[in-house]
């Protein structure tokens, strides 16, 4: 028989934990400072929301408003505080910084929580770049507040205080599965999926006969390209396939991409960040696109946020990122589930 294992509440299990714990409640006041620093505003985001978000493969916790003479609306704990930050930006505010809850049904491991913490920044009228440069700060300083030199998960290592390697998607593709990307793309973005299935099971990627082109693209990612990013170094990968970047405006360069990156240490994704699309008919577009093959495969989809279209008519130029705060944790202190640098996890 399988012992059962003892609740996080059991002391000696809380006495395991707790050096991590407050490893993360210095890592916190790190981050604070760094922004605070940076002359940024911390802000709270309000967690229920009429739109948990409207990508297809990311699933929400449902609930319901009762009003006092009875009406009824259903609402939606958050999947990320987005929303409501780029009504902040709508408002007037440049800079502004969020650290807090965040809710995603049909997720669980070592490294997914159904709540988690989620740490969110954005800079008006300037480059994405700029948060590429924030993620190697924030990472060196995350490391001096737990007392690390290196970041370490499952068997791999990562330099935390050297400069992040900045590698485009199609380069990846290429070096990792030796498959031409952007060759299964046509110049306005559309994609070839019948190339790119043909590609991928020349590398060896198993796939079903229903998979389309943004299920080739997710497989070859995991299985190809993830396990080596991050490794000895930080990872930035950037320049995503415009198909795969639903808030993200396009490359001014290259049409077939956007300005999408993604942060990685030990082969662990930590944050995304985007230049934020502005145009509200191209993402009400994305966000119909998404929800249509969110209703074709899983049988359901969420209500757009009028509201937040509509700031964003008047949102100015911006670049914004999410990261979660408590990967982040795990690598500095080295734990192995994240539920080991969480205070108080969710019951199972």
């Given at each position: 028989m399988t012992p059962i294992a003892s609740p996080w509440w059991t002391p000696h299990v809380h006495a395991d934990r707790r050096p991590l714990l407050l490893a993360r409640g210095r890592i916190k006041a790190r981050v604070a400072g760094y922004f605070a620093e940076a002359g940024f505003t911390e802000v709270e985001c309000g967690v229920l929301q009429v739109s948990p978000g409207n990508e297809a493969h990311l699933h929400a916790f449902a609930t319901e408003r009762l009003y006092p003479d009875g009406r009824r609306k259903p609402l939606y704990l958050h999947t990320s505080p987005e929303f409501s930050a780029k009504k902040l930006l709508a408002a007037g505010e440049t800079r502004i910084w969020t650290l807090g809850p965040v809710f995603r049904n049909r997720e669980e491991g070592a490294r997914h929580a159904a709540e988690?913490?989620?740490?969110?920044?954005?800079?008006?009228?300037?480059?994405?770049?700029?948060?590429?440069?924030?993620c190697a700060r924030l990472m060196a300083a995350a490391a001096e507040a737990a007392g690390s030199r290196t970041f370490r998960h499952r068997g791999l290592a990562c330099d935390p205080?050297?400069?992040?390697?900045?590698?485009?998607?199609?380069?990846?593709?290429?070096?990792?599965?030796?498959?031409?990307?952007?060759?299964?793309?046509?110049?306005?973005?559309?994609?070839?999926?019948?190339?790119?299935?043909?590609?991928?099971?020349?590398?060896?990627?198993?796939?079903?006969?229903?998979?389309?082109?943004?299920?080739?693209?997710?497989?070859?990612?995991?299985?190809?390209?993830?396990?080596?990013?991050?490794?000895?170094?930080?990872?930035?990968?950037?320049?995503?396939?415009?198909?795969?970047?639903?808030?993200?405006?396009?490359?001014?360069?290259?049409?077939?991409?956007?300005?999408?990156?993604?942060l990685y240490g030990c082969a662990l994704e930590l944050a995304n960040g985007f230049g934020e699309l502005t145009?509200?008919?191209?993402?009400?577009?994305?966000?119909?696109?998404?929800?249509?093959?969110?209703?074709?495969?899983?049988?359901?989809?969420?209500?757009?946020?009028?509201?937040?279209?509509?700031?964003?008519?008047?949102?100015?130029?911006?670049a914004g990122i999410a990261l979660g705060f408590d990967r982040l944790v795990m690598l500095a202190t080295g734990a192995t589930r994240i539920t080991d640098v969480i205070w108080t996890p969710m019951a199972e």
């Open positions: 988690f913490a989620m740490l969110e920044w954005y800079r008006v009228g300037e480059p994405y770049s700029a948060l590429m440069e924030d205080f050297a400069e992040p390697e900045r590698l485009g998607v199609p380069e990846a593709f290429a070096r990792f599965a030796g498959i031409d990307l952007l060759a299964t793309i046509e110049p306005g973005g559309a994609t070839d999926g019948a190339a790119f299935a043909a590609a991928a099971r020349e590398a060896g990627i198993r796939l079903a006969e229903d998979d389309t082109w943004s299920d080739i693209f997710s497989r070859i990612l995991v299985e190809k390209v993830e396990p080596h990013l991050g490794i000895g170094r930080p990872t930035i990968l950037m320049d995503y396939p415009i198909a795969e970047a639903a808030l993200a405006r396009r490359k001014a360069d290259d049409p077939r991409l956007s300005e999408r990156f993604e145009d509200p008919a191209e993402q009400r577009r994305r966000f119909l696109a998404e929800m249509d093959e969110k209703q074709r495969v899983y049988g359901v989809r969420y209500p757009l946020d009028e509201d937040f279209l509509a700031a964003l008519a008047i949102m100015p130029d911006a």
